[in-house]
């Protein structure tokens, strides 16, 4: 007997005998089957086939998409990109910026190559010490370099500007300060100042005698406290005033000369300054020497020709003259205006108002002096290039009055290295007794130098003697050297 391909129901051929049985069997099957696939139509899970699973599993979220996941976009987001204008995205930005389009504010400007090549040319605060710690010397060369140290005397070591030299000093000068110029033009416009201190700065050419081998265009020395002394410069300049000193405690010049012809500018000008002249030469200028604005200046055994006026005083200003003096070829030798004077010395009752007349000492200290500690030593000035009417002696160091009368005494001297918080002293001694101070110094925190000067009016009868005696509360060393160590006395009534 046959059966069905599904269900397996049997199929009775036309030669078989029907069987009841086989008729309910085959019910039995399709009611069951009827019966599941009714309950398969009621139930609620539906069967899918594998192409739609696999086309439904591809197809995007329907959650809001976000940075790290895929989803629909939001109505917020499709606004945004809608606002978008057409090629927005095809922005190249620019290799460079005009200026214009920043913004500066006070912590942020732009500087020019002037300002840092001026800057770059300052001294270095980290290596430019601001004040000194020993004695100094600087050279300059015309064949040296401003990039060099100028701490040696080679082209390779020296500076090639004496204004670079100026500028390395420390502002703060206890020691001595040296600029040795070696012989040649330096055509520069030269202005120093700002210092102060105990110590001395000194610009030395080499030579102590009139010379046209030294050449700068004008020098101008301001608000300096420490002293100044320059030696055997020619100012060339027919342009500006040949050397200027302004508000300057002592800038003293020797063997300096100023000749260019001008009708306009002086030879040797000070105001609110004291100035001091040997052996300088000025001539062609409208004022050889100007004392002006409260300036005290003394011109010693200099000369010059052709000027307008040889000698003024102005302004309250004080020029003395000793020995020779440029002349006048146009006004006169000698001048003063608006409360100024020029004067040869101190009219005394006698009226011997010449130098000639009266006991004068120049004297400088040929070597260096030892100071034994808290003990007054005699200080000797050996160098005596001035003793009219022989009243001093260089070898005992003791200057017996000549004449009757007030003697004006100026000492100085240099004490070097001075330990620090030690005190010096210098002072006048009379006849073994009679003690006057002229100077009293003390060294600060560091050691440093120490320049003791000053001066006394002091009355000598005919025959009595002084001494100048130094002393220190701590051994030290007085230095030799006529330029800052030296002795002065006149009888000036």
């Known amino acids: ?57 591809a197809k995007a979220s329907t959650a809001v998409a976000t940075t790290t996941a895929a989803g629909l976009m939001a109505a917020g987001d499709k606004s945004k990109l809608d606002s978008v204008a057409q090629g927005a995205n095809n922005y190249v930005h620019p290799s460079t910026h005009s200026p214009s389009i920043i913004v500066l504010d006070s912590s942020n400007r732009f500087v020019t190559d002037a300002e840092k090549t001026a800057w770059n040319g300052k001294a270095n605060l980290v290596t430019t010490p601001q004040q000194t710690i020993t004695d100094i010397t600087y050279y300059v060369r015309t064949d040296g370099n401003d990039g060099n140290t100028g701490t040696a005397d080679t082209a390779g070591g020296a500076f090639r500007t004496i204004g670079k030299a ?15 110029i070696a012989p040649g033009t330096y055509n520069e416009v030269l202005n120093m100042g700002g210092f102060k201190g105990s110590g001395k700065i000194q610009i030395n050419s080499g030579v102590r005698a009139l010379s046209a081998s030294y050449n700068i265009h004008s020098l101008r020395i301001i608000n300096c406290g420490v002293v100044v002394s320059v030696y055997g410069l020619n100012a060339q300049s027919a342009t500006a005033h040949a050397f200027m000193v302004e508000n300057c405690s002592n800038v003293e010049f020797y063997y300096c000369q100023a000749t260019a ?29 100007y ?4 300036s005290n200046v003394l011109v010693w055994s200099t000369d010059g020709t052709a000027n307008k006026v040889a000698l003024m005083g102005a302004e309250g ?23 100024g004077s020029v004067t040869s010395g101190v009219v005394n009752p006698w009226g011997d108002n010449t130098y000639a007349s009266r006991p004068i000492v120049w004297a400088g200290m040929a070597a260096d002096q030892s100071l034994s500690a808290n003990a007054w030593t005699m200080i000797k000035y050996a160098g005596v290039s001035t003793n009219q009417m022989g009243g001093y002696s260089g070898t005992t160091g003791v200057f017996t009055s000549p004449q009757t009368g007030w003697y004006k005494v100026r000492a100085s001297g240099l004490v070097a290295n001075v330990a620090a918080t030690v005190q010096c002293q210098l002072r006048v001694l009379q006849a073994g007794v009679s003690a006057y101070a002229i100077d009293v110094k003390n060294a600060g925190s560091v050691s440093m130098h120490l320049l003791l000067a000053g001066e006394i009016l002091l009355y000598l009868p005919l025959g009595d003697y002084f001494i100048i005696q130094g002393w220190s509360s701590n051994s030290a060393t007085i230095t030799g050297g006529n330029d800052i160590s030296r002795l002065e006395i006149v009888r000036v009534a």
Request: hydrophobic content about 35%.
């Open 261 to 289: 012809a001008t009708t306009t500018y002086h030879g040797f000008v000070a105001h609110s300054s004291k100035l001091y002249s040997y052996a300088c030469r000025v001539s062609n200028k409208y004022v050889g020497f």
């Open 317 to 339: 200003g004080v020029l003395s003259y000793n020995g020779t003096y440029p002349t006048s070829s146009t006004f006169s030798d000698i001048a003063s205006q608006n409360s």
């Open 1 to 57: 007997m046959k059966t069905t391909g599904n269900l397996g129901l049997k199929k009775p051929d036309g030669t078989d005998i029907v069987d009841i049985t086989d008729l309910n069997g085959n019910m039995d099957i399709l009611d069951t089957a009827v019966k599941a696939a009714q309950d398969h139509a009621a139930d609620a899970v539906k069967h899918i086939t594998a192409a739609e699973r696999t086309a439904w599993n």
């Open 291 to 294: 004392a002006g604005q409260n």
């Open 166 to 180: 100026f500028s390395v000093i420390p502002s703060t000068v206890n020691h001595a300060v040296t600029i040795n």
